[in-house]
C-alpha cells in the first residue's frame, strides 16, 4: 500500500495463507494382500503374525495423502466377514490383527476375509487377508473301542497277526503319528510294532490252552516331547465281594517340569462307584459293586499339569468277576405231585425248571452251572443211584460257597 501526499512511501504487511484440506483423497492400504499366521492354542488378545515361525507380529498400514506419513490418518478398518474372530486394532500407524475368540484348526484351519479402511468420508480399495491356522498338539490318541477281545489259536505262528490296533489323533504331522508300546500283562509273549500297532506272537513262545492274556497298550503322539500325550488302555478284574476303600489301581503319571499333577475320572462312573484320588492317582471301590446288575466298567481317567497342552489320558476296563451270592430259584408253576409207574426203572417223574441270576450267556465261571440232588434220606433206594436219577431233584449250584434252594414234591 503507499500513500502519496506528495511524498510516496511504501507501507509492508505479512500475508498468511492457509490452504485447507477438501478431505478429496481417498486412504488405501500399503499392500495389496496380507498373510497371517496364528496358533490354535494362542489365547484371546494374541497378535497375529507374518510367518510359520510366529516371530514377526503381522502389521498393517494404511497411508492417506490428506495427512502426514508419520501421523495416524486416524481411519477405521473394518472386515467383511469372521469379525467375531478377529480385530484390527483402532489406532496407530500401525495396525495389527488381532485375536478375538479361540480357534481350533480341527474345526477350520484356515480363513479369508477382506479388510476397507474409511476416513469418514472416502473408503479405501478393499485388500484380501488369509489366515493359516497353526497346528498344536491339543489333541490325544484315542482308541475308537474301550477294550478289544480276541481268540489266537495254538498253532499261529510267530509274526503273524493277533490284533491291529488303530489310535486315532486329529492333530496333523509329528503331532499326529501316533506310536505304540504294550505297557503291562506281555510276560514276553507279544510284541507290538511300535509304529503299526499290530500285535504278533513272539518266536518260540507256545501259548497255552484256556489261557487268557490282558495286555495294557500305550498309545502316543510325537509332538515335542514337553506337549505329547498319550492314551493308555487296561483291563482291570475285580470281584464284586470286594470291600469299600480297596485299592483297584495306581495310577502314575510324570510330569518333565514336575509341576503337581492333578488326577480325575472323566466319564464310565456315572452312579460315582469308584473314587480317584486327585493328588495321589489311587483308584478305590467307592460302593459295593453287583456283577448281575452291571459287569463292565470302561472309566475315562486324566491326568492334567493345569496346562491345556499338559493333559493325558488313559483308558481303565474294569471286569466284575462273580462271586456266588445268588441262590436258585425253582419255578414256581412246576407240579410238586408226581406219578411214577411200579416195577420200571429209570421212568421219567416229570421236569424241573430253575432259574439262578449267576446264569448269563457271557458267563461260563464256576458259579453257574446247577447240580441237582437229593439227600439219601428221601426214597434214595426208589430212585436209584446218583448216576440213575432222573430230572426231579433238589437244586444246588457247584459255585463256593454253595447256595441251594429247596424243592418239595410227593411221589
Known sequence: AEQDNGH?????????????????????????????????????????????????????KVLDNDIEEMKDPMVQISLDNYNTIFMVTPSGITRYLTLLKPVDREEQDSYTFTMVASDGV??????????????????????????????????????????????LDADEGPNGLVTYKILAGNQGHFV??????????????????????????????????????SSITTVLEVSEAMRTGATLLHLQAKDRERDPISYSIQSGDPHHLFELSQTSGLLV?????????????????????????????????????????????????????VTVTEEEANSFCGPSKVAHREVRAECQGPHSPLGLTIPPSMCAQLLGSPEQRGPSRLMAPHGLPARSAVYHFSI
Open 285 to 337: 471301590l467307592g460302593k459295593p459293586l453287583d456283577r448281575e446288575t452291571e459287569d463292565r466298567y470302561t472309566l475315562v481317567v486324566t491326568a492334567s499339569d493345569g496346562h491345556p497342552e499338559g493333559t493325558s489320558t488313559a483308558t481303565v476296563n474294569i471286569v466284575v468277576t462273580d462271586v456266588n451270592d445268588n441262590d436258585p430259584v425253582f419255578d414256581p408253576l412246576m407240579p410238586q405231585n
Open 192 to 229: 507290538i510294532n511300535n509304529r503299526s500297532g499290530v500285535i504278533t506272537v513272539m518266536p518260540g513262545v507256545s501259548l497255552a490252552v484256556g489261557r487268557s492274556y490282558a495286555l495294557t497298550v500305550k498309545a502316543m503322539d510325537n509332538g515335542l516331547e514337553s506337549q505329547r500325550r
Open 8 to 60: 510516496p512511501l511504501p507501507a509492508f504487511a505479512n500475508l498468511h495463507i492457509e490452504v485447507l484440506d477438501e478431505n478429496n483423497q481417498a486412504p488405501y492400504f500399503q499392500e495389496t494382500t496380507y498373510q497371517g499366521f496364528i496358533i490354535e492354542s494362542a489365547p484371546v488378545g494374541t497378535t497375529l503374525f507374518t510367518d510359520v515361525s510366529l516371530t514377526t507380529p503381522l502389521g498393517i
Open 122 to 167: 472416502q473408503e479405501s480399495p478393499t485388500v484380501t487377508v488369509h489366515i493359516t491356522v497353526i497346528d498344536a498338539n491339543d489333541n490325544t490318541p484315542t482308541f475308537p473301542n474301550a477294550s478289544y477281545s480276541v481268540n489266537v489259536y495254538t498253532d499261529i505262528q510267530p509274526g503273524e497277526t493277533v490284533l491291529q490296533l488303530t489310535a
